[in-house]
């Protein structure tokens, strides 16, 4: 029985052709984007997460205020210094610390320069090991930066092709770095970080003398003994730090950040970001609600003597009411069929350009069954709802005055 | 009370509210419409023949009075019951021939019996057995707009035919059809009732009346004004009584 409504309600939607395909518009547009979202969603928070790769989960950045983004050190009055650094390898809890400098650069390879980020390796074995056990990264040509590898330098993936300079950059070939000679030890493998990608990588002292610093540094990174006490180890930090710095609470001019913290944040913008496309394409799938139960009005109306047939060959209020749902139910069902499908193509289609663009695969979609499924049962349940009411109304008609006409 | 008596109508009268006003379509009638008749209700528009067709079609409820359809009481039934009801006993034609104009001829014959509950596979082969019957096998698959008028008014007949009903009811089959297809759909009700069915035709024709009916009802101004019956092909007036009975 069931079957056969959906049958006769196919063809009233059939019959209807392009009425239907506006009204089901609203519907996918809304379904579209949900699905393109979710899809692309956890491929997003996979590639954002990616960039704080850096951060192990025992293990604590502390950095001044305002270092967060663009070039540190350009922004900032009072350095980290090797004070600092005392007072938190003093920490109870702390096991190690190193230092890190983060800056800007200018590097230059065939006659071509370009400024690019520029990052430290300690010349301590510990600290070295520390450092590359924090950022995750391996030598894709030639080898990793030593400790006391002074003059060489270990350069991202993204030099590798040498695209900017002209030329392929090889393992063994000298770069300029702020005008002075480096020899080229290692490329690194591509990174889930992107900064990680076009970074060099020279030693600490090497740094140091280049940017002619002393006693400064742009982050510390402490290892904590025990990961589950990671919370109070960087709440001592903070004290400390602030008292040393005679500074009040709330107005630091440093920051400690926990790996969750940092987590947590970009967590919290995706999903912002989620949130309010969810409410966008609900906004859309209301009104899609909407366009629905307005043509189940029009065409009440317009086949009031269709049912008025229908009722006098035997069909029951109940029937026609039915038929109505079912036929709204569809108009959602396809809405969402297509919706999903073009949600789909759309996020494999901005993955795959966001990866070209970013020279990445790190923006991957995974295609969820349970959302697809979810999403049309979805847009057909918001069909159903929007027929309701025409559909009431259809089976209530009195047979006589839906004949005459 | 025959025991052939199949429709029944017992003092009833329709009112409408138009305004303030009241408009009588129909006060106090009696008819008995029996089993195997031909029977005709004419009269001029506005005189309630339509009124009386769709009280006796069940699609209506009369506003005073008892309406017995093979013994039952439809005025004590309810609503669901009596589409149930009307879907098996009654087949309806209508002027207009009204199609459903997105399904097909065959799809149009099946709809009756599909709210009866009759399985796709009895369906399709009852549809196409009344197709043959109407002439219009090599029709089944065409949508009503792609069906001249009398085609149209043959696959209604068909659909009519669709769950063996005891009585057709015709509301002015003939009136959007030229004569030629008119006499033909005619011919096609006339050989429904010599198989024993019932057919009630509306019609403001008395030519079609005497020609194809048995049993002719005259109504004016809601009340019936004279009963004839066709004996041995003369017409005689049994009415009288009955008017007066009911006035």
């Not at chain 1, 006769?8 to 518009?25: D, E, I, P």
């Not at chain 2, 009307?86 to 207009?96: C, L, P, S, V």
């Not at chain 2, 009895?122 to 196409?128: D, F, G, L, N, V």
Request: proline share 2%; aromatic share 4%.
């Amino acid at each position: 029985m069931i079957k056969d409504y959906f049958t006769l309600a196919l063809g009233s939607v059939r019959h209807r052709g392009l009425r239907s395909w506006l009204t089901m518009l609203g519907v996918f547009i809304g379904i579209a984007a949900v699905v393109s979202l979710i899809t692309m969603g956890q491929g997003l928070k996979t590639a954002v997460t990616g960039q704080f790769g850096a951060l192990s989960v025992d293990k604590l950045t502390i950095q001044n205020k305002g270092t967060s983004f663009g070039p540190p050190g350009s922004t900032v009055v009072e350095k980290l210094n090797d004070r600092d650094l005392r007072i938190i390898k003093e920490t109870r809890g702390v096991d190690k610390a190193v230092t890190r400098l983060i800056r800007v650069i200018n590097l230059e390879y065939n006659k071509v320069s370009e400024f690019t980020y520029i990052s430290d390796i300690p010349n301590t074995q510990e600290g070295s090991k520390m450092v590359y056990d924090s950022i995750n990264v391996k030598a894709k040509e030639g080898r990793l930066l030593r400790p006391d590898d002074n003059g060489k330098v270990v350069l991202g993936n993204n030099f590798e092709s040498g695209e900017k300079f002209g030329r392929k950059i090889q393992v063994g070939k000298t770069i300029q770095l702020n005008g002075k000679d480096f020899e080229i030890v290692g490329i690194l493998e591509k990174s889930s970080s992107l900064q990680l990608n076009g970074v060099a990588l020279t030693t600490t002292k090497d740094l140091e003398d280049l940017l002619n610093i002393k006693n400064e540094y742009d982050i510390i990174i402490a290892e904590v003994t025990d990961q589950e006490e990671i919370e109070s180890v960087a709440a001592d930090i903070e004290n400390r730090l602030r008292k040393d710095r005679n500074e009040k609470i709330g107005e630091e001019s440093f920051s400690v950040q926990t790996p969750i913290e940092s987590l947590s944040s970009v967590t919290t913008i995706l999903n912002i970001v989620n949130v309010v496309v969810v409410g966008i394409a609900m906004i859309s799938l209301l009104v899609g609600g909407i366009g629905i139960a307005n043509t189940m009005y029009t065409s009440v109306i317009e086949r009031r003597k269709q049912i008025g047939v229908m009722k006098a060959v035997g069909a029951r209020n109940k029937d026609v009411l039915m038929v109505f749902v079912i036929e709204a139910g569809l108009l959602g069902l396809v809405g969402g069929i297509i919706g999903a499908l073009i949600g789909l193509g759309g996020a494999l289609g901005i993955s795959l350009i966001a990866n070209q663009a970013l020279g990445t695969t790190l923006l991957k979609v995974s295609v969820s069954i349970p959302l697809l499924m979810g999403a049309i049962s979805f847009s057909f349940l918001v069909g159903v709802l929007s027929g309701l009411l025409p559909a009431v109304q259809a089976s209530k008609l009195n047979v006589v005055d839906a004949l005459r006409n | 009370m025959t025991p052939d008596k199949l429709i029944e109508l017992k003092n009833v009268a329709k009112y409408y509210e138009m305004g303030e006003a009241i408009v009588k379509a129909l006060d106090s009638v009696n008819l008995v419409i029996e089993k195997g008749d031909f029977v005709a209700i004419m009269g001029p528009s506005g005189s309630g023949k339509s009124t009386a067709m769709n009280l006796t079609g069940s699609l209506d409820r009369a506003t005073k009075g008892d309406i017995f359809l093979s013994n039952e009481n439809i005025e004590e039934m309810t609503e669901s019951e009596l589409a149930q009801l009307r879907g098996k006993k009654i087949g309806f034609i209508f002027q207009q021939f009204n199609l459903i104009p997105n399904l097909t001829a065959k799809e149009n014959i099946m709809l009756p019996m599909l709210f009866q509950g009759i399985s796709k596979n009895e369906r399709e082969r009852k549809a196409e057995e009344l197709l043959k019957l109407v002439e219009l096998t090599d029709r089944e698959g065409h949508y009503p707009n792609q069906l001249s008028g009398g085609q149209q008014q043959r696959v209604a007949i068909a659909r009519s035919m669709a769950n063996d009903p005891e009585i057709i009811l015709a509301d002015e089959p003939t009136g959007n059809l030229d004569s030629k297809t008119g006499k033909k759909v005619m011919e096609f009700l006339k050989k429904l009732n010599e198989k024993n069915r019932t057919i009630i035709i509306v019609t403001h024709d008395p030519n079609l009346a005497r020609e194809y009916a048995k049993t002719i009802y005259s109504l004016r101004d809601g009340v019936i004004e004279s009963v004839e019956r066709k004996v041995k092909n003369s017409w005689k007036k049994v009415s009288e009584e009955k008017k007066k009975k009911g006035g």
